[in-house]
């Protein structure tokens, strides 16, 4: 009898841990933001997670994105955004993927399926590639991964083993220092031209741009939680977004832009309007820092609400948003227009939704 009841209790004790440990289905995005952030579940949508220490696993029929200090990808996604201090890839991503981070390890059980961009300063490659895959970064090591496509390198240091396998052609700077191994390679190697002393400049400024990214992803984040009223706002105030009133928020954020600095000349030229002046001009660049956040905002509602006809998440759109102006400011020749635009254009929605709004009842 005893014997029985010893079965029947492991038993019913494995039940309950199998229980505890198997995912959630969640019917709609989903999103954790905490110092221990962690995705389990399996969402049919996109989900998010954003922390200090930032896991994902689980199932995602979207996009994924995972943002922190240690961001560890170990699930299964449709797409892919990972970006943050030091990032471990080691799941499946059936379509493409653009990770970005100082330390970034692609593991050899990760799987991305399609094409994949990568961007960081010591960047280990040791998976499959389904397609082709660009990495800028400084020093670059490629060992037993499996790549069907092309491999595009921007580094100083490059290194590929004898265990990596290149089904395309592999091109590199002509002055990087580059260690390929013999028969790795199936199509073409091809040296482009060299950059000179550039490479550590570009590297710099790149980075530079994805700090910068980051630090406004997590300003944005801190803001959709504390001050969501103000989000809100954006979506009622462009409900209806056409030509004319874009021109208008342009305008707006233009003449802001230019007379601010005038009252703050003519308030500094009067004693006592001094610390008045100081103030404002404290705001004014505030606003102008912020401008990229409401901007990127408006951009990534606009187009989730033209081309996912789903219910809208606060968090995606705005990441989503300021990830397509991310990648605009990398464009050679547009970057200023862009810069331009979105300091400009986030100034008007500013006015409209925040500065217009004190003193009124809504």
Do not use: C
């Amino acid at each position: 009898m005893k014997k029985i009841f010893k079965v029947l209790l492991v038993v019913v004790m494995t039940f309950m841990m199998t229980n505890s440990v198997m995912a959630k289905e969640v019917d709609h995005f989903k999103s954790v933001i905490d110092e221990k952030a962690v995705i389990k579940d399996d969402v049919k949508g996109s989900s998010a997670v954003i922390g200090n220490d930032a896991l994902m696993k689980g199932k995602t029929e979207g996009v994924g994105f995972a943002i922190g200090n240690t961001v560890t990808f170990n699930g299964n996604s449709e797409y892919l955004v990972a970006a943050g201090n030091s990032l471990d890839v080691k799941g499946v991503v059936r379509n493409d993927a653009f990770i970005a981070g100082n330390v970034v390890n692609i593991d050899k059980k990760a799987d991305l399926q399609r094409d994949v961009i990568i961007l960081g300063a010591d960047i280990t490659v040791n998976g499959k590639v389904g397609r082709n895959i660009s990495i800028y970064g400084s020093n670059i090591e490629v060992k037993g991964a499996l790549i069907e496509g092309n491999v595009k390198i921007y580094g100083t240091n490059v290194s590929i083993d004898d265990s990596t396998a290149i089904n395309g052609n592999l091109s590199y700077p002509s002055d990087a220092l580059v260690d390929v191994a013999d028969g790795v390679v199936k199509g073409e190697i091809i040296k482009s031209d060299a950059i000179e002393n550039n490479d550590d400049e570009f590297i710099t400024m790149l980075m530079g741009k994805f700090w910068s990214f980051m630090s406004l992803i997590l300003i944005f984040a801190v803001l959709s939680l504390a001050v969501s009223k103000i989000f809100t706002r954006v979506q009622k105030e462009y409900e209806k977004f056409d030509f004319n009133k874009g021109l208008e928020v342009f305008t707006k954020g233009l003449m802001f832009l230019i007379i601010v600095p005038f009252i703050v000349v003519i308030l500094f030229l009067m004693s006592i309007g001094i610390p008045l002046s100081l103030i404002l001009l404290a705001l004014y660049f505030i606003i102008m820092y912020l401008s990229t956040i409401f901007t990127g905002y408006l951009l990534g509602y606009k187009l989730w609400q033209k081309f996912f006809d789903k219910d809208i998440n606060m968090l995606v759109v705005g990441i989503f948003g300021m990830a397509i102006l991310f990648i605009l400011n990398l464009i050679p020749g547009i970057s200023f227009i862009v810069s331009a635009l979105t300091v400009i254009i986030g100034i008007g929605i500013i006015y409209d939704v925040i500065l217009k709004k004190i003193g009124s009842n809504d």
